[in-house]
């Protein structure tokens, strides 16, 4: 591969943008969209649309699926989430790419960090700067830039900005089937591994929820009336940890217990929260046995249990599609004096789902930062130009047909 004229033109326009890209993901990350802060989302929904309403695109609201929570108490409730918002242009192209992203992040709206500052390095420090507002920026920068190549017409390109990433996409995953379903090549932003890597092989993730029930009574005068929920709940607690080391790569992460209540009542009712990050389809079947089987009986006589949840982001291995992707964008990279790496990761994204569904991605085109989902989170200002660049050139070569998103379509249905 090699940078032609016209390819130059779009890098050209994407360095000239260089403030505005850093400039307008301040201002986003300056507004708290915290994945349950309704008028936060809202407000950054809007403030998106605006920035790309220049876009020769269909611009829409997309509802996203209604889900269910299990309360402390073990009632399970609705949960409704905020609209995708979903941008179109040329559907009926030979060549079609999905790029997803989400304007959800992680920090409440009564959090103290809340707005971006500059370190006296020079980092960008501020809630979402990184993961990834910064990342929706060079998304649209890369789109604003391509549509100046004269081969655009051979690309069509559809975006997905989500409300709800950071708490497992549970009502946006259909929408990222059907675009991963449909698509020949995804690009997601969030941001790359600290010293710049991208992700490669990512693990599996579920979210579990078991209700243990049991029967109060007055733990002096009638104890032995009682069965003791979050005594059960403990047990099956220290079943589910020891879970861990038993098959290689799998991990269960038992993070909360609720329940209870007065020190002189027997426990009714108790709820076990963990999560699971397993490496491969086998290990997710494993361990979803392992589950199963551990809250199919009671763990204290007289307990009933009930299970909630499951696996929301499937694993993502470096199959053939995905090593060869890789090694097209690594070339693109070099191209641009970028020297790109790729390392597995623990963490799960957008990517997996659109893995699952049947589509070879790149999951951390976003800015280069890191110390996400803290108060020390941070972006360099220059990498908002470089990821851009990047993308445009990604998206230029496939125009081209120098990366050959058909074949990678294929060869990643070939390995399912």
Same mark, same amino acid.
């Given at each position: 591969?090699?940078?032609?004229?016209?390819?130059?033109?779009? &890098?050209?326009?994407?360095?000239?943008?260089? %403030?505005? !890209?850093? =400039?307008?993901?301040? %201002?986003?990350?300056? *507004?708290?969209?915290?994945?349950?802060?309704? @008028? /936060?989302? %809202?407000?950054?929904? #809007?403030?998106?649309?605006?920035?790309?309403?220049? +876009?020769?695109?269909?611009?829409?609201?997309?509802?996203?699926?209604?889900?269910?929570?299990?309360?402390?108490?073990?009632?399970?409730?609705? &949960?409704?989430f905020a609209p995708a918002l979903k941008l179109t242009l040329r559907p009926g192209a030979p060549v079609q790419i *999905? +790029?997803?992203?989400?304007?959800?992040?992680?920090?409440?709206?009564?959090?103290p960090f809340q707005t971006v500052g500059t370190r006296d390095d020079g980092?960008?420090? #501020?809630? =979402?700067?990184?993961?990834?507002?910064? #990342?929706?920026? *060079?998304?649209? /920068?890369? !789109?604003?830039a391509f549509e100046l190549h004269p081969d655009k017409a051979r690309v069509g390109w559809s975006v997905l900005l989500s409300p709800d990433e950071e708490i497992g996409s549970p009502g946006s995953a259909p929408l990222l089937a059907e675009l991963g379903a449909?698509?020949?090549?995804?690009?997601?932003?969030? $941001?790359?591994? $600290?010293?710049?890597?991208?992700?490669g092989a990512r693990k599996g993730s579920g979210n579990f929820h078991v209700v243990v029930r049991g029967k109060s009574a007055h733990a002096g005068r009638a104890y032995h009336e009682g069965v003791n929920a979050i005594a059960g709940a403990a047990r099956l607690a220290t079943a589910l940890d020891a879970l861990n080391g038993q098959r290689d790569g799998v991990t269960v992460n038992v993070a909360k217990i609720s329940g209870g209540g007065a020190l002189n009542v027997v426990a009714d009712t108790a709820v076990v929260r963990f999560n699971?990050? *397993?490496?491969?389809? @086998?290990?997710?079947?494993?361990? +979803?046995?392992?589950?199963?089987? !551990?809250?199919s009986r009671?763990?204290?006589? #007289?307990?009933?249990?009930?299970?909630?949840?499951?696996?929301?982001?499937? $694993?993502? $291995?470096?199959?053939a599609a995905q090593t060869e992707l890789f090694e097209a964008v690594r070339q693109a990279g070099e191209l641009l004096n970028q020297s790109l790496r790729w390392q597995s990761s623990g963490g799960v994204c957008e990517g997996n789902n659109l893995h699952a569904a049947g589509l070879p991605n790149i999951d951390t085109l976003g800015v280069v930062g890191g110390a996400i989902h803290s108060d020390q989170e941070y972006a360099w200002?220059?990498?908002f130009v470089e990821r851009a660049q990047l993308s445009a050139l990604i998206l230029c070569k496939v125009?081209?047909?120098?990366?050959?998103?058909?074949?990678?379509?294929? +060869?990643? &249905?070939q390995s399912r």
């Open positions: 591969m090699q940078i032609s004229p016209e390819d130059q033109i779009v &890098l050209d326009h994407v360095a000239a943008r260089r %403030d505005a !890209l850093i =400039g307008r993901a301040i %201002d986003w990350a300056n *507004v708290n969209s915290g994945s349950r802060n309704a @008028d /936060g989302l %809202d407000r950054v929904l #809007g403030a998106i649309e605006r920035s790309v309403a220049h +876009l020769p695109c269909t611009v829409e609201r997309v509802e996203t699926a209604a889900s269910s929570r299990i309360e402390d108490d073990g009632t399970e409730v609705p &949960l409704n *999905v +790029l997803t992203g989400h304007y959800d992040t992680v920090f409440d709206a009564d959090s980092a960008l420090h #501020g809630p =979402g700067i990184a993961d990834m507002k910064g #990342g929706i920026s *060079v998304l649209l /920068g890369a !789109l604003e449909r698509g020949h090549l995804g690009l997601t932003y969030e $941001p790359s591994l $600290p010293d710049g890597s991208l992700a699971v990050r *397993v490496p491969d389809p @086998d290990a997710a079947d494993w361990t +979803l046995a392992q589950i199963q089987y !551990l809250t009671p763990p204290i006589e #007289g307990a009933t249990v009930h299970l909630h949840g499951g696996f929301t982001r499937p $694993p993502k $291995p470096m199959d200002p220059d990498s125009a081209s047909g120098e990366i050959d998103a058909h074949h990678l379509k294929q +060869l990643r &249905l």
